[in-house]
C-alpha cells in the first residue's frame, strides 16, 4: 500500500503499551470533536467521538480527553496492537461542517 | 452491508486531460461529500451534498472542477482540464443526515490521481 503521509510527527510506541495522541484544535464553536484512525491506501475510518459539552468518553480500549480551556483533545489508545499502526486524525465538527486537522502516525514496535 | 465504492482507485494523465471520478454512497445516505488529501495532511473538503442539492461548494475551483449528483444517490467530480498541483487523492465519504448528531462520515477508499 501506498503511504498517506511522508513528514507526519510520529508515534512509536511498544506493543502492549498506552497510546496518547493529541491534538490542537481552534474553533470554540465547534460542537463535536472526532479521531478518525487512516491505514495506508484507505480512506479515514470513524473511531469516536466526543461532544463539546463533555470532557471525557471511554470505547473500545479507546477514551478520548476533550479540554475546552486549552483547546486540546487527546486519544488514548490502551495496550496498542499492531493493527493500530496507521495515521490518526482529529477533527472538529461546527454544524454540518467537518474540518480535518494534521495527522499523527502511529507506529507500532513488537 | 456494503460501503462507500469509489472508481476508479488509480488513475495517471497527463496536464491539461480531463479525469472524473465516481462514488456509490451508503444506501440511504443523503450526505455525500467530496474530500481532497494531499501527501500529508487531513482532508478538505471540496463540495457536500445534501441529496442532490450542493449546500456547500466554497472550496470548489470551479474554473476547472465540477460535480454533479444526479438523482441523489451517485456522484461524479470532473477536473478538466488537470494541472500539476491536482495530484492527490479524492475522497468520496458519506453520512445520515449529516451526521448532524455526530461526526462520522463513511469514506471510500479514494481515487489517487498523478498529472505528469
Known amino acids: 500500500g501506498e503511504s498517506v503521509g511522508l513528514h507526519l510527527p510520529t508515534l512509536s510506541v511498544q506493543e502492549g503499551d498506552n497510546s496518547i495522541i493529541n491534538c490542537a484544535y481552534s474553533n470554540s464553536a465547534s460542537d463535536y470533536f472526532i479521531w478518525y484512525k487512516q491505514e495506508s491506501g484507505k480512506g479515514p475510518q470513524f473511531i469516536i467521538d466526543?461532544?463539546?459539552?463533555?470532557d471525557k468518553r471511554q470505547g473500545q480500549r479507546v477514551t478520548v480527553l476533550l479540554n475546552k480551556t486549552v483547546k486540546h483533545l487527546s486519544l488514548q489508545i490502551a495496550a496498542t496492537q499492531p493493527g493500530d499502526s496507521a495515521v490518526y486524525f482529529c477533527?472538529?465538527?461546527?454544524?454540518?461542517?467537518?474540518?480535518f486537522g494534521g495527522g499523527t502516525r502511529v507506529l507500532v514496535k513488537p | 452491508e456494503a460501503g462507500v465504492v469509489q472508481s476508479p482507485r488509480y488513475k495517471i494523465i497527463e496536464k491539461k486531460q480531463p479525469v472524473a471520478f465516481w462514488c456509490n454512497p451508503i444506501s440511504g445516505h443523503n450526505t455525500l461529500y467530496w474530500y481532497l488529501q494531499n501527501l500529508g495532511q487531513g482532508p478538505e473538503l471540496l463540495i457536500r451534498?445534501?441529496?442532490?442539492?450542493?449546500?456547500?461548494d466554497s472550496q470548489l475551483p470551479k474554473d476547472r472542477f465540477s460535480a454533479e449528483r444526479l438523482k441523489g444517490v451517485d456522484s461524479t467530480l470532473k477536473i478538466q482540464p488537470a494541472e500539476l498541483g491536482d495530484s492527490a487523492v479524492y475522497l468520496c465519504?458519506?453520512?445520515?443526515?449529516?451526521?448532524?448528531?455526530?461526526?462520522?462520515?463513511?469514506f471510500g477508499e479514494g481515487s489517487r490521481l498523478t498529472v505528469l
Open positions: 451534498y445534501e441529496n442532490e442539492e450542493a449546500v456547500d
Open positions: 466526543i461532544r463539546s459539552n463533555m
Open positions: 477533527a472538529e465538527k461546527a454544524g454540518n461542517k467537518l474540518t
Open positions: 465519504a458519506s453520512s445520515l443526515e449529516g451526521g448532524r448528531r455526530t461526526g462520522e462520515l463513511f
